[in-house]
């Protein structure tokens, strides 16, 4: 029997995949979590073969547990299942060491295959998404732009995200002049748009 461990913010979406998945003959849900922050205690607490893992979530990421649960629990697999088929994420999803990223609308029986090929040691990855990330290339953002694009959502003003990062003025704006040029955009506003479209950020 596979045990699986799943994280999904959405109640309702959690609850009806755990219905379908425990449906299977050799899959049973043995934890489900609405925060990225639950995903290693509960894996701790319940030793799953795996982890379902959605990317937007409170608390923290699906990336961010995903490696975490690579540090941690290196037998625990990762599939990241989410709404948010962007190349960036799927890159930033095998760094993390996840075993496989899937759309949410897949069909059930396809995740399920997933799961059983994930635990069976394959990486499993969306087909479509799988090409757009050979197209797109890489992040073209450092750490720091990407630190410094983040911190100027909602507005930011340069003082603010200097004292945010300490950083001084100065090499904010060096910062984000890179990310502006490297994302090709205009201002930093659309470079922020243009790095969360990717799923850079």
Not at 48 to 58: F, N, T, W, Y
Not at 74 to 86: K, Q
Not at 165 to 187: D, F
Request: hydrophobic fraction near 45%.
């Amino acid at each position: 029997m596979i045990r699986v461990l799943l994280a999904e913010d959405q109640g309702m979406m959690r609850g009806a995949l755990a219905t379908l998945l425990d449906l299977e003959d050799d899959l049973t849900v043995v934890a489900q979590v609405g925060r990225g922050d639950e995903v290693l205690p509960a894996a701790r607490a319940h030793a799953p073969d795996v982890a379902l893992l959605d990317i937007e979530m409170p608390g923290r990421t699906g990336l961010d547990a995903a490696a975490e649960l690579r540090r941690e629990l290196p037998a625990c697999r990762v599939l990241i299942v989410t709404t948010f088929g962007r190349p960036g994420y799927l890159r930033r999803a095998m760094d993390a060491g996840a075993g496989g990223f899937l759309i949410k609308d897949s069909p059930v029986e396809q995740l399920a295959d997933a799961i059983r090929r994930v635990v069976a040691g394959e990486t499993v990855v969306d087909p479509g998404l799988a090409t757009q990330a050979l197209r797109a290339g890489p992040n073209p953002l450092s750490v720091r732009e990407r630190d410094v694009l983040a911190a100027s959502a909602d507005g930011a003003t340069i003082a603010d995200i200097a004292g945010q990062l300490h950083l001084s003025e100065s090499t904010v704006r060096n910062y984000l002049s890179a990310a502006i040029g490297k994302t090709g955009t205009r201002n930093r506003i659309e470079a922020l748009h243009t790095a969360r479209d990717n799923g850079w950020l």
